[in-house]
């Protein structure tokens, strides 16, 4: 993320929302994936071995993106046979 231009401490951010949303969990042991406090973990520890660097929305390709995403349409529906 960061060599893209984004915040990646903004990721941590994602994973302390996911782990705010409380619920059940499974033991760290039984997941084939890292727990969301143990990824906003890792991300934070990675982030302070990096350079300082500031980071905003309008880095990367994001407004390129935007642009190209705002002209996408939903297509419109096509009419079903009706059933026999």
């Known amino acids: 993320m960061s060599e893209a231009g984004y915040d990646p ?3 941590a951010a994602f ?7 409380g ?13 969301p406090e143990n990824r906003e973990k890792a991300i934070s520890q990675e982030v302070q071995r990096m350079p300082a660097q500031r980071y905003g929305y309008q880095t990367g390709d ?16 096509t009419p079903q046979a009706p059933a026999q």
């Open 62 to 77: 994001f407004q390129r993106m935007k642009q190209i995403v705002s002209n996408i349409h939903e297509p419109k529906p």
């Open 9 to 11: 401490m903004q990721l």
């Open 15 to 21: 994973f302390d929302k996911l782990n705010a949303g």
């Open 23 to 35: 619920g059940a969990h499974a033991p760290q042991f039984l997941s084939d994936h890292p727990n």
